[in-house]
């Protein structure tokens, strides 16, 4: 069987790109993901079951056995079938030259960093631009091969990051681009006319794989570095953390409070004081307000968060 257009994904942002080419471009022919059980071996941020797009469009889904496409049941698949044009979102692994070979127009994601490929290699882009207090987000579409987010462009488009937005929020202007992105890219496949440039003059740089140990807070940082973590990591992300005594607090959502009230009587970390359930904390250079926490106890002044 011959699937022309077809979408890699584990996430709901998945779900969301899926219905958007299905309701306004033109039919999504199949859905590649992974199976529950292959979230229990591999940490997916938002994962979401895309079997429910088969009851409500009449998709097929493919559950592969393996992140990486290599189970005997997805090699079977892909050697049975013709493919044109394949479409990642959401999908957080290399996909092999196996799978890439047998789509005759290519297999297209998404990367993005500040500058341009390949500066900004590497995991998690999103979350370490807002971490590293980035101020513009250069998303491409580019097309794969078998190493990682090669500068392989077919078109970019750009969107601010603000000190207002945190991971979920850069993640909805990142959907907006995305979108935009793929209606040109599925206009020229239709067109027969796939543009590709490979000529980047800027160099290597790598972003270092994320884990959920990464969002400790030291609070010994300044309150912009410690800021920019907790809102680079807030859900659907684990959440930034520190420890009270034996308690774990994850901090979803804060705000720099203060840089000229004199705090020197309180140690960085230790609670000033608390108002309508919200703490401020001492930083080093100032003061932070949760706005939202989440812990087995309740934070109050004097506590010390390590």
């Known amino acids: 069987m011959r699937y022309k257009v077809v979408v890699f994904g584990v996430k709901d942002t998945s779900e969301n790109i899926v ?6 471009i033109c039919p999504v022919d199949l859905v590649i993901t992974i199976s529950p059980e292959v979230t229990k071996k591999n940490q997916v941020s938002g994962y979401k079951g895309l079997a429910v797009l088969t009851e409500k469009y009449g998709i097929p889904v493919h559950e592969a056995d393996s992140y990486f496409l290599t ?13 044109d044009i394949g479409i990642s979102m959401g999908w957080q692994r290399l996909i092999p030259k196996s799978v890439l070979d047998r789509f005759a127009c290519g297999i297209y994601g998404f990367h993005g960093n500040c500058g341009y490929l390949p500066f900004g290699r590497g995991r998690s882009p999103l979350n370490w631009s807002i971490i590293l207090g980035d101020t513009r987000f250069n998303l491409n579409l580019f097309r794969y091969d078998e190493k990682a987010d090669s500068p392989n462009v077919f078109a970019t488009e750009m969107f601010s990051l603000t000190p207002h937005d945190d991971i979920r929020t850069a993640q909805y ?10 209606r040109r890219l599925l206009a020229a496949y239709a067109a027969g006319d796939i543009r590709v440039r490979t000529d980047s003059r800027d160099f290597d740089s790598w972003y270092g794989k994320r884990t959920a140990a990464d969002g400790r807070i030291d609070f010994h940082e300044r309150t912009r570095n410690i800021y920019n973590l907790i809102r680079g990591v807030a859900a659907p992300f684990p959440g930034a ?4 005594g034996e308690d774990k607090v994850t901090v979803w959502k804060a705000q720099p409070f203060d840089e ?3 705090f020197s ?16 904390v001492r930083t080093v250079d100032g003061s932070l307000l949760i706005d939202s926490y989440e812990s087995g106890r309740e934070l109050r002044a004097g506590d010390i968060l390590q």
Request: proline share 4%.
């Open 265 to 280: 009587a309180y140690a960085p970390g230790e609670i000033i004081d608390v108002f309508d359930g919200k703490p401020i």
């Open 173 to 182: 202007k990142n959907m907006i681009c995305s979108k935009n992105l793929i």
């Open 241 to 244: 953390f520190a420890m009270c």
């Open 260 to 262: 000229m009230i004199d």
């Open 19 to 24: 219905e958007f080419i299905q309701n306004t």
């Open 71 to 83: 189970d005997d049941k997805t090699q079977r698949f892909l050697a049975e079938n013709e493919f």
